[in-house]
Structures are given as structure tokens and as C-alpha cells.
């Protein structure tokens, strides 16, 4: 009896460790299969390696001996005594000469007066140069006396050299480009009308060279002196 409750009780126990076994057995085969899936892992090859050859050690010279260094006894210092101080002579000037003096003041000029062309030019000055305008021609009054005008003489009139009447008549005349006389009026008589009216006459009937700006003929008005004198008509 004792023995068949011993034989049904160990039999299940057997199938555990059984089928435990059988996992296991499994399981390794799992392994070992994925294992042999995988490619193997080649280690690289070295074809030669190269020889090294390892010279002989030559001979190592023994290190010198470090000096002995004696210690040495520190001397009490001996205190500086403190230096006179020399005072140097001072120098007197030198009287210069006025000649030297001049001399010196002649070579120390800048060296714009020197080299005039070199001197720097400053802006401003560079600027009013460009902006300065070009200069006028000048203007030369007409003319009418010489050449080949041959203008007559004011006619003396006989009742004022029977009165002695002198006096200058300042006559304002206006002469176009052409050198004829457009305007002649009376700017300053000579107190005397006989005198005024006889040097109206003449100067209306003269010739000018026309006043000039440059090389151009131009129009222009200026004052004609006309003179009376008892001294030059009584001249031989």
C-alpha cells in the first residue's frame, strides 16, 4: 500500500524535471541555430611584419658629480655713506655777434622761401584760385586828336578876342562803335556862351577812333576839354 502512494507521488515529479530538461534542450537549440546564421568575424591578416633590429646600447657616461656648495656665512652689510652732491659750474651765454645773428636768421628760413613752387597749397587757397574769375579787358577811351582824324580847331570867334574872353570848355560827348559823335552836350562852360557855342560846333563835326575793350569796338561817353587862350591865337 505504502508503496503505490510512493510510485503516484514521484511521477509528476519526474515529468517536471522531464519536460525542464526539454526547454532547456530547446532553448540551446535556439542559440546554436542563430549562431551558425551569423557570419563568422575574420580577424584581419598581417602579411609581414616589419623587422626592427635594436642597436646596442653604447656606453652611458656616469652623470659628473653635483658640486658641493658650502654654505656661506652672510657678512653684515656695510652702510653706504651718502654722496656729496657736486654742483656743476653753470655756463655763461655766449654774447653773439649781430653779424652771426643775422647769418643764423638767414639760413633759418622755412623752406617754402626757398623752393617757392614746393610749397604746399591749402585748400582754401586751391578752392578761391579755381573760383576767381578771369580779369576784364581793359577799356581805352576814343581818341581824337593825332593821326589821321586832322579835327579843325574850335573857331576863335573875332567880338571875343575884341572882348578878351578866354576860358576851357567841358564838353560831354557820346561816341558810337563807328567813331562818330551821336551826343555832344555842354558838361561845364566857360562863362562866356559865345565861347560855349563855338566849341559845340566844332566838336560835333570832328572824327573819333572808338573806344576799345580789348580788341572790340564799343560805344562810350567821356568829357572833351576845349580851350580858349588869347596867348596861343596870338602865337606866330
Not at 658641493?68 to 657736486?86: D, I, M
Not at 574769375?133 to 571875343?160: D, I, M
Request: proline share 15%; charged share 15%.
Amino acid at each position: 500500500m505504502n508503496l503505490r502512494l510512493q510510485s503516484s507521488d514521484t511521477a509528476p515529479a519526474t515529468g517536471a524535471v522531464l519536460g525542464s530538461c526539454g526547454l532547456h534542450a530547446l532553448a540551446l537549440l535556439l542559440v546554436t541555430g542563430l549562431l551558425a546564421s551569423q557570419t563568422a568575424v575574420q580577424l584581419p591578416r598581417l602579411d609581414s611584419l616589419p623587422a626592427m633590429t635594436l642597436a646596442a646600447p653604447s656606453a652611458v657616461t656616469a652623470p659628473a658629480p653635483a658640486p658641493s656648495v658650502q654654505k656661506a656665512r652672510p657678512h653684515p652689510a656695510a652702510k653706504p655713506t651718502p654722496a656729496r652732491p657736486v654742483l656743476a659750474p653753470t655756463p655763461k651765454p655766449t654774447p653773439v655777434a649781430p653779424t652771426q645773428a643775422r647769418a643764423a636768421a638767414a639760413t633759418a628760413k622755412p623752406a617754402s622761401a626757398e623752393h617757392p613752387d614746393t610749397a604746399p597749397t591749402s585748400p582754401a587757397t586751391a578752392v578761391s584760385a579755381a573760383t576767381t574769375p578771369a580779369p576784364t579787358p581793359v577799356v581805352h577811351e576814343p581818341l581824337y586828336r593825332g593821326g589821321y582824324l586832322n579835327n579843325p580847331k574850335p573857331l576863335y570867334p573875332p567880338l571875343s578876342v575884341e572882348m578878351e574872353e578866354a576860358g576851357t570848355v567841358r564838353l560831354r560827348v557820346q561816341v558810337s562803335a563807328q567813331g562818330l559823335p551821336v551826343a555832344v552836350e555842354l558838361e561845364q562852360g566857360s562863362g562866356f556862351p559865345r565861347l560855349d557855342r563855338a566849341a559845340l560846333t566844332a566838336v560835333r563835326g570832328w572824327k573819333f577812333i572808338p573806344a576799345k575793350r580789348g580788341d572790340e569796338a564799343i560805344p562810350y561817353t567821356f568829357i572833351v576839354p576845349v580851350q580858349f587862350s588869347l596867348k596861343n591865337l596870338r602865337k606866330p
